[in-house]
């Protein structure tokens, strides 16, 4: 049974750091694309950053280009979000996802329950 | 950037047939996906590429994707239902992916 399962939530003051984590089990990690996608208080859903399964190709949405840095360990089956210079807007549940899909057609078919980060002072 | 305009909200009776619009682009030339997620829970996949489920989502559920508008269609609604619907497509030219604003359904 696929699990993802974030961790490393918490309150943090504007300008402050945190790195999330997301524990994979259950298939072969180092195969898989990984995605963190996030979703504000009572709002939609928000892609923030892809990483390849290699670490060798890493995408982010331009709100957080600069601020957070996406990374992984495949001897771990673990994702990382490295979030820095964090700003009120960021406050959101973070959801880890697996990305599948071939060119085309690219989604995420497991989520796992998120980890809410809420920047406030 | 890729735009994606659903509904705000969606309302239907118990065993009647809800659509959910996902408007873009000539949308029909990329692949859509749609999730569910109810409150308090992670998202789940219920329609990708279009038209396929995954193993464990009802036949009740199917997508559609022509033109400028992508629908999921739910059947024979069910109180369980009940939840936010987002749809999804790949941007291939950054590697981003975009979601729709998303769709509260609400069964009557």
């Known amino acids: 049974e696929v699990q993802l399962v974030e961790s490393g939530g918490g309150l943090v003051q504007p300008g402050g750091s945190l790195r999330l984590s997301c524990a994979a089990s259950g298939f072969t990690f180092s195969s898989y694309w990984m995605s963190w996608v996030r979703q504000a208080p009572g709002k939609g859903l928000e892609w923030v950053a892809n990483?390849?399964?290699?670490?060798?190709?890493?995408y982010y949405v331009d709100s957080v280009k600069g601020r957070f840095t996406i990374s992984r360990d495949n001897a771990k089956n673990s994702l990382y979000l490295q979030m820095n210079s964090l700003r009120a807007e960021d406050t959101a549940v973070y959801y880890c996802?697996?990305?599948?899909?071939?060119?085309?057609?690219?989604?995420?078919?497991?989520w796992g329950q998120g980890t809410l980060v809420t920047v406030s002072s | 950037s890729y735009v994606l305009t659903q509904p705000p909200s969606v309302s239907v009776a118990p065993g009647k047939t809800a659509r959910i619009t996902c408007g873009g682009n000539?949308?029909?030339?990329?692949?859509v996906h749609w999730y569910q997620q109810k409150p308090g829970q992670a998202p789940v996949l219920v329609i990708y590429?279009?038209?396929d489920r995954p193993s464990g989502i009802p036949e009740r559920f199917s997508g559609s994707n022509s033109g400028n508008t992508a629908t999921l269609t739910i059947s024979r609604v069910e109180a369980g239902d009940e939840a936010d619907y987002y749809c999804?497509?790949?941007?291939?030219?950054?590697?981003?992916?975009?979601f729709g604003g998303g769709t509260k359904l609400t069964v009557l």
């Open positions: 996802a697996r990305r599948v899909g071939v060119l085309g057609g690219i989604y995420f078919d497991y």
């Open positions: 000539n949308i029909g030339s990329k692949s």
């Open positions: 590429y279009d038209s």
């Open positions: 990483i390849k399964q290699d670490g060798s190709e890493k």
């Open positions: 999804q497509v790949w941007d291939s030219s950054s590697d981003h992916q975009v």
